[in-house]
């Protein structure tokens, strides 16, 4: 069977799918194309059962070595939640979303599970910190795809790492348990919009690394890009700085961000305080 998957492709890469010869019409995949982070929620509910049900998909995830360092914290305690929510005040979802939880990495339970066994490890290496990492990314992906899927719509909030301190305090995060995210779930109250992401032809190598075209696909990239979305002269980054760009496509605005006030100054030495040595 050959499906043609044309418009989704269009709309997620704004450019022609190419695919020919065999490829099944599956209409999981074609969602997926189309996802989107949300960031406003109607009032509604989201039932235990099936916030119990996309939890256990989530933890049905990938985890290096089956060593299962993620965990996550339901904040259901309206202050807990408002106390984090006014750290970013820019983030108003925060506060809004119907559900939030808090997706972990954590060292700390292999190394306790270690001196039950008999068996102490030092888990407070970067090979520790970055299994744990990898496992909450898995899993919180893994719980986005599986709210979409049920009709939710769900938006990560990392910025709470450049509160890492207070985090920990307000969710009583022991040692080398760390936040990766949060994550706002609920019912979207809009439809959204399809985040243009790069071509495959930058993201996609065979047998060998090769960026030899990359200055002349970011510039496509970024005609597309404005093509279908030209933020206004007000939305520009920080001009002070800056100044304003004739034209202001995503790689532009990217590295304005990263070149800008660093984010997560903080979070190193957080990661330290509880005990990870990164060797
Ligand atoms: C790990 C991670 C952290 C994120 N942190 C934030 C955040 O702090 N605040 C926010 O509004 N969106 C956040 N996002 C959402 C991204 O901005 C969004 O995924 C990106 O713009 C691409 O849009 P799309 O998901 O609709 O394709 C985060 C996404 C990821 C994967």
């Not at 450019?15 to 960031?39: A, F, K, Y």
């Not at 040692?175 to 019912?187: I, Q, T």
């Not at 032809?201 to 970011?218: G, P």
């Not at 933020?231 to 800056?242: S, T």
Request: hydrophobic share 40%.
């Amino acid at each position: 069977m050959t499906a043609d998957y044309g418009n989704e492709w269009q709309t997620r890469f704004g450019e022609g799918w190419h695919g020919s010869g065999e490829t099944p019409d599956l209409p999981w995949l074609r969602q997926v194309l189309q996802r989107r982070t949300h960031r406003r929620f109607a009032p509604r509910d989201i039932p235990e059962p099936l916030l119990r049900l996309l939890l256990g998909v989530a933890f049905s995830a990938s985890s290096k070595s089956d060593y299962q360092q993620a965990s996550v914290i339901h904040v259901v305690d309206r202050n807990r939640r408002d106390r984090i929510a006014a750290l970013m005040p820019d983030m108003p979802w925060i506060a809004s979303a119907p559900v939030f939880l808090v997706f972990l990495g954590g060292a700390r339970r292999l190394e306790r599970i270690g001196e039950m066994c008999g068996h102490p490890n030092d888990n407070r290496r970067l090979e520790g910190f970055f299994n744990a990492t990898v496992d909450a990314a898995l899993a919180l992906q893994t719980f986005v795809l599986a709210a979409e899927t049920a009709g939710l719509g769900c938006c990560p909030i990392s910025v709470l790492r450049n509160h890492a301190g207070d985090i920990g305090e307000i969710l009583e995060l022991p040692d080398r348990v760390f936040p990766v995210a949060g994550l706002c779930v609920g019912y979207p109250a809009a439809e959204g919009f399809v985040s243009m992401r790069l071509p495959l032809a930058v993201t996609v190598h065979r047998d060998r690394y090769d960026d030899r075209d990359l200055a002349e696909a970011v510039a496509a990239y970024d005609r597309r890009r404005a093509a279908r979305y030209a933020p206004p002269r007000e939305r520009q980054r920080a001009p002070a700085i800056f100044g304003y760009a004739e034209f202001y496509g995503w790689s532009e605005d990217k590295t304005r961000q990263t070149a800008g006030e660093p984010e997560g100054a903080t979070f190193p030495a957080y990661l330290r305080r509880s005990g990870f040595t990164f060797d």
